[in-house]
């Protein structure tokens, strides 16, 4: 099997990304970036499936994590904090966290707009 068809097709391609689950992170590590596109809305049928076996990587993906909160992308943010701030069951990485307390703390215009600083404080308050 190719790895690439791992990814998710379209946002209810479920069936694909319940696949996930029997891949180890080393096995899927070339697509994590593409996985992760999949819970710039959790909205999305497909993205709780997608967010559920990331949960299960996160120690492995911080840099990418990392990435994506200091990042210019609001609502990726949100939903990021949400997958592995507060519905994650791991506790959260120390750079991470500290990611999350300058938006929950100094949060900037666009984040303050797109209400990820309030997802940042239930993050710190789990």
């Given at each position: 099997m190719n790895?690439?068809?791992?990814?998710?097709?379209?946002?209810?391609?479920?069936?694909?990304?319940?696949?996930?689950?029997?891949?180890?992170?080393?096995e899927i590590?070339?697509?994590?970036?593409?996985?992760?596109?999949?819970?710039?809305?959790?909205?999305?049928?497909?993205?709780?499936?997608?967010?559920?076996?990331?949960?299960?990587?996160?120690?492995?993906?911080?840099?990418?994590?990392?990435?994506?909160?200091?990042?210019?992308?609001?609502?990726?943010?949100?939903?990021?904090?949400?997958?592995?701030?507060?519905?994650?069951?791991?506790?959260?990485?120390?750079?991470?966290?500290?990611?999350?307390?300058?938006?929950?703390?100094?949060?900037?215009?666009?984040?303050?707009?797109?209400?990820?600083?309030?997802?940042?404080?239930?993050?710190?308050?789990?």
């Amino acid at each position: 099997m190719n790895i690439e068809d791992l990814i998710p097709k379209d946002k209810l391609d479920i069936e694909t990304a319940e696949k996930l689950k029997d891949y180890s992170y080393e096995e899927i590590k070339p697509i994590v970036p593409d996985l992760l596109d999949w819970i710039q809305d959790m909205n999305w049928p497909v993205a709780k499936t997608v967010a559920d076996y990331l949960i299960t990587i996160s120690e492995f993906i911080i840099p990418e994590i990392i990435e994506i909160l200091n990042g210019k992308d609001e609502m990726w943010k949100y939903w990021t904090i949400g997958v592995f701030g507060i519905y994650s069951k791991k506790p959260l990485h120390p750079e991470v966290l500290e990611i999350i307390y300058r938006i929950a703390n100094y949060p900037s215009f666009e984040e303050k707009e797109s209400e990820v600083d309030e997802q940042a404080i239930r993050a710190l308050n789990k």
